[in-house]
């Protein structure tokens, strides 16, 4: 059975982890590489808007639209993220400019090629929570005779003066090197 998440709770989520693994899941020699995304804007479509650093290419040589993937996590979190989407590359310098919601700082970098700006549009999201772990019977009996037989080994001497009284006078040494 396939059941949709709505929009709003992809947007909650996401704004509550904020960070991601960015995966370009393209089968082209050239790739955006993988890098740590911080969101920066959730548009009215539901996309996902982001900047990476430049990579080392000239971002021209770069397919424009390309299938992406993103991990959300976050520590301390009892849930993760992953969304599938169609990632598109901003380097039009008037795209750039009709951009809302981004500063005006992240416009001007953009411009300058210092950084690229990247939005997806999400085709899939899964979204799971990690299950607490449950205690079972057996699991409980065994951690009891761990603690049981550890009483009672330590029920003997444990000092070291126990250990230190220990006669050593009757050790014969014989070198090999000797013979």
């Known amino acids: 059975m396939t059941r949709y998440l709505p929009l709003s709770f992809v947007e909650e989520k996401v704004r509550d982890l904020e960070n991601a693994l960015f995966f370009s899941t393209s089968d082209t020699v050239l790739k955006i590489p993988t890098c740590v995304v911080r969101i920066l804007r959730i548009d009215d479509l539901g996309q996902l808007w982001f900047v990476v650093p430049k990579p080392m290419q000239c971002i021209h040589t770069f397919e424009k639209i390309f299938q992406a993937k993103l991990d959300f996590f ?3 979190r009892d849930y993760y993220l992953k969304i599938l989407g169609k990632a598109y590359i901003i380097n039009d310098p008037e795209e750039i400019n009709s951009i809302e919601g981004l500063t005006e700082g992240i416009k001007q970098k953009a411009r300058r090629n210092e ?43 444990q000092n070291q003066e126990f250990f230190s009284r220990i006669p050593a006078n009757h050790l014969v040494y014989t070198p090999a090197y000797f013979n």
């Open 74 to 76: 976050r520590k301390g």
């Open 115 to 157: 950084l690229v700006i990247l939005k997806v549009k999400i085709t899939h999201a899964d979204y799971a929570e990690r299950n607490q772990a449950k205690i079972s019977p057996r699991m409980l009996m065994s951690q009891v005779k761990v603690i049981v037989q550890h009483w009672f080994l330590q029920s003997g001497p």
